[in-house]
């Protein structure tokens, strides 16, 4: 099996929109902020930004050249001082879940960008809260937890120096 995290191109951004939609969806489980669109589909409000603003980064996550999931990585200039990475929004298709694809991608971007990083989870989201806490496990990361409202949700942040 072979992993690889790719940066999308502009070219691709239809994928990437589909694949927000079913993001989106599993989000709106725990969530009341999400609703389907007319239509038929979720979208993601600031959808465009990805490809107009500096500092947000869009990845594939592929296994044997397939689309599997992605990664939306936030840095500077887009960050605060504060910090150096946030890894905004990820998902993977659900039958690539619980493999050890989504580890191993992981762990290639933290060796590619070292620095400070922080991860935000809705507190509701216990699938996503659990996810990064194995990540954390597996890779030995030490992070800090604090719960913020964001949006009007409750939300777990987790941050952490690579």
């Known amino acids: 099996m072979t992993v690889s995290l790719n940066p999308i191109s502009k070219d691709e951004k239809h994928i990437l929109h589909n694949l ?7 989000l709106s489980e725990f969530t009341d902020g999400l609703d389907i669109s007319t239509n038929g589909s979720f979208e993601f409000d600031s959808f465009e930004l990805i490809w107009e603003r500096e500092g947000l980064t869009p990845y594939f996550f592929k ?32 039958k690539f879940r619980r493999k050890g694809i989504a580890l191993s991608l992981l762990e290639e971007l933290f060796k590619q960008k070292k620095g400070r990083y922080f991860v935000v989870e809705l507190a509701k989201n216990e699938p996503a809260v659990l996810f990064w806490r194995n990540i954390y496990r597996e890779l030995n990361i030490v992070f800090e937890e604090t719960k913020k409202i964001v949006d009007n949700e409750e939300c777990l942040v987790q941050s952490f120096q690579i």
Do not use: Q, W
Request: net charge negative; charged share 30%; hydrophobic share 45%.
């Open 20 to 26: 927000y939609s079913l993001y989106l969806h599993d």
């Open 63 to 94: 296994k044997d050249m397939e689309i599997v999931g992605f990664l939306l990585l936030l840095e500077r200039p887009f960050l605060t001082k504060d910090y150096d990475y946030s890894i905004n929004d990820i998902f993977m298709l659900k």
